[in-house]
């Protein structure tokens, strides 16, 4: 599984590699299919501001809430989030992430008709 390395990170509670569908190739954790779908739609209200803006791609998203935090990062089509406690030291999380956005490169592109 690609979030293998994802599991074993201190305060991790739920993880999501997301496609172009918005459906999680890969999933695990309470509320990881949540975090998919809203992920998914999050990105294209991003993407669509970015473009108004003529910001660029939407590379990075990342918030708060009283108990956790919700890191995720771009890879083309594809998004890998993380949903962590509170507190939790997002550096290393933020790392892996980045490191597994590199290997979904591979992935195959979707093709659109």
Request: hydrophobic share 40%.
């Given at each position: 599984?690609?979030?293998?390395?994802?599991?074993?990170?201190?305060?991790?509670?739920?993880?999501?590699?997301?496609?172009?569908?918005?459906?999680?190739?890969?999933?695990?954790?309470?509320?990881?299919?949540?975090?998919?779908?809203?992920?998914?739609?999050?990105?294209?209200?991003?993407?669509?501001?970015?473009?108004?803006?003529?910001?660029?791609?939407?590379?990075?998203?990342?918030?708060t809430t009283e108990r956790i935090e919700v890191v995720a990062v771009?890879?083309?089509e594809y998004i890998l989030g993380a949903v962590m406690l509170r507190?939790?030291?997002?550096?290393?999380?933020?790392?892996?992430?980045a490191r597994l956005a590199l290997d979904v490169r591979d992935l195959?592109?979707?093709?659109?008709?």
């Open positions: 599984m690609k979030l293998d390395p994802l599991r074993n990170l201190p305060g991790v509670v739920a993880s999501a590699l997301i496609g172009p569908d918005g459906l999680p190739l890969d999933a695990y954790g309470e509320g990881a299919d949540v975090l998919a779908a809203e992920m998914a739609s999050l990105r294209g209200s991003l993407d669509r501001t970015s473009r108004r803006l003529g910001a660029g791609d939407v590379t990075r998203i990342s918030f771009t890879s083309g507190g939790s030291d997002t550096r290393a999380i933020q790392q892996a992430l195959p592109r979707v093709e659109r008709t």
